[in-house]
């Protein structure tokens, strides 16, 4: 292309020499593949050669207007396309595009020889595509070599088997409280439990595990659900007693009652999500993890977060409006005091069962002194006998009294706790109540003040702004605190059903097992009673001598015969009467 004639340029005007600007149009656009001596150079000026240029040494476009005629040139460019040197020994041939794996699903795309956007030719400058040409027809697809163990690896095993998505969602817990045993001396002795637990939770270490514990922590446990879950109706602990705390009755009814506390927090879908209880289940040093606990957090011990803030409000009077939770709570309080009644009774059934322990206890004694001096061996054998089978039936009574206090007792008593807990829980509602009610009263206080800024009409647009933000504050504080309220309204519904569920099934099964018992031990009273008798009976068919001269019995007699008498038999009766007529004359 000739650039140089002054015909050629609209404005007869001729480039400057010293800073030449090519044409490189159709050079950005030309196909890579194109050979590197064939490749198209437009000059400035006929006398100027072609110097060897590289993409890097490219100087700014610029745009001529008009018809121009061209003219196409083939030079020799040493560098190729790149700015790199072609081997001298494959002049003709292109340069190798970058290697990449194929793909199966793509196909080699012919590339225009020509085109009239430089945006288009800088894109296929570069072909990602393999030259199926100069690749040999054997090569097929890379495929990355297999991985493999490192030699001497021992396989690593899983700590937990795999679980479904369902058991995933809904962990199970086994937690047994077991092994009570008294720790420290006489001044600090309690009582600690080992508690057991198996899970398939993965947000535990391990599946089973074991911690010691004692009663205070479970305590702890007790009062931070309480404060972490406002609503939610938290199985509570067994009362605390100071007289006859190490008495193994009262002991193990401890136990069993921590037992069924732990089991329900567990199984609760919202209490098993709780930091606190995980905590209490798994951690080894429970006393220092509690103690760095509230050092991070001082306010522990009381409502934490928004639920706090929002639950410290006042207390003051609380009139239901909801006819729902109203019935409810009359019905709580009446079925408090059937089950105080019914707690009663049954310490008094246990209480008669410990007395007719005491009693056998007392009446085998007497037996056993009076075997002791009967002389007849006839007698003192049977009444020693009895003795023993007293002692028998007063550990039949303890056990069955301890039997009554395990099945039906514990259930009274922790139902008793429990409704203790939904209280508790209608407390927190009555606090929501009262913080929403307190929000509303200093909003309108807000929106007072902020009409009668208004209303004064003079130039205090800085107070306004900050009456105006505090207003806008005050409306969300009356928006999350009607929310709490709502939500924890809804919450306690749920919970009310699912303790009228659980109440139901627990003493269904409570007095089925009471029943169970009773029937059991007085099985148990009828074969002692029936083995008695049975030995009675034997030692006397064993001991039975007749005395001399009495006569046996009917049924010992001997048969008489249907026979005829024999001659011998009448000859001897004769003579028998002969002599006796002999003796009544003589007589």
């Known amino acids: 292309m000739d650039l140089g004639d002054e015909g050629s340029s609209p404005w007869g005007d001729v480039p400057s020499r010293s800073s030449p600007v090519p044409k490189i149009a159709q050079e950005d656009t030309q196909d890579p593949d194109t ?7 437009a000059s400035t000026e006929p006398n100027v050669a072609a110097a060897p240029r590289s993409p890097a040494g490219r100087g700014p476009r610029r745009r001529q207007h008009g018809a121009q005629p061209t003219r196409l040139e083939v030079v020799d460019d040493p ?14 041939a292109p340069p190798a595009p970058p290697q990449k794996e ?19 030719g800088l ?22 070599p297999p991985v493999q163990a490192p030699r001497g690896a021992a396989p690593q095993r899983q700590t937990q088997p795999s679980v479904s998505i369902e058991q995933a969602a809904k962990p199970t817990f086994s937690i047994s409280v077991g092994d009570p045993h008294k720790v420290g001396d006489l001044t600090s002795s309690h009582t600690e439990y080992s508690v057991t637990t198996k899970t398939t939770s993965k947000g535990y270490r391990n599946s089973e595990f074991t911690v010691s514990r004692r009663y205070r922590d479970f305590l702890w446990l ?17 009362d605390k007693q100071t007289v006859g705390r190490f008495d193994t009755d009262f002991v193990e009814s401890r136990r069993a009652a921590l037992e069924r506390m732990v089991n329900k927090t567990a199984i609760h879908p919202v209490l098993q999500h709780d930091g606190d209880l995980k905590l209490f289940l798994e951690s080894d040093a429970f006393s220092v993890d509690v103690k760095n606990k509230e050092r991070k957090d001082p306010g522990l011990g009381e409502s934490k ?18 006819d729902w939770f ?25 209480a008669q069962r410990k007395g007719l322990a005491e009693a056998c206890g007392d009446f085998s004694a007497s037996l056993h002194a009076l075997s002791t001096v009967e002389l007849s061996p006839s007698l003192s054998g049977p009444l020693d006998s009895l003795s023993d089978i007293q002692i028998r039936i007063r550990e039949l009574y303890e056990r069955q009294a301890q039997q009554d206090v395990l099945t039906m007792g514990i259930v009274i008593d922790e139902y008793i706790r429990l409704i203790g807990s939904v209280k508790t829980a209608f407390q927190q509602r009555q606090k929501a109540y009262h913080s929403w009610h307190t929000a509303e009263s200093e909003l309108q206080k807000r929106k007072a003040n902020q009409d009668k800024l208004l209303r004064q009409g003079r130039s205090q647009q800085d107070r306004l702004n900050q009456l105006n933000a505090d207003v806008a504050d005050a409306e969300r504080r009356v928006h999350q605190a009607r929310l709490l309220f709502e939500d924890m309204g809804r919450l306690m519904r749920g919970e009310l059903e699912r303790f009228e569920k659980e109440k139901v099934e627990d003493f269904k099964s409570g007095v ?6 009773a029937v059991e031990a007085q099985k148990q009273l009828i074969e002692i009673w029936e083995t008695f008798l049975m030995q009675l009976d034997t030692e006397e068919d064993e001991n039975f001598v007749p005395p001399a001269g009495v006569v046996a019995s009917p049924s010992e007699q001997p048969t008489p015969s249907t026979e005829l008498p024999t001659t011998a038999d009448s000859e001897s009766t004769d003579a028998a009467a002969a002599a006796e007529a002999t003796r009544d004359v003589e007589e």
């Open 222 to 238: 007790y009062t931070q659900l309480h404060n972490n879950n406002p609503g939610v109706i938290i199985p509570p602990p067994p």
């Open 326 to 350: 109203h019935d409810r709570k009359v019905y709580l309080d009446a079925l408090e005091n059937q089950l105080r009644a019914l707690l009663k009774a049954t310490d008094t059934v246990v």
């Open 102 to 120: 194929p793909t199966a699903a793509r196909s080699t795309r012919a590339t225009p020889a020509t085109s009239t956007s430089s945006i288009r």
């Open 512 to 517: 089925e097992t009471y029943l169970e018992t």
């Open 79 to 92: 560098l190729g396309p790149l700015g790199a040197p072609t081997p001298p020994s494959a002049p003709e």
């Open 305 to 322: 977060g928004m639920f706090g803030s929002m639950l410290s409000g006042g207390t003051g009077k609380f009139i239901e409006h909801d």
């Open 123 to 144: 894109m296929d400058s570069v072909n990602l595509d393999d030259d199926e040409e100069d690749a040999p027809a054997a090569q097929g697809p890379r495929v990355p």
């Open 35 to 41: 050979p590197a001596d064939t490749k198209i150079a």
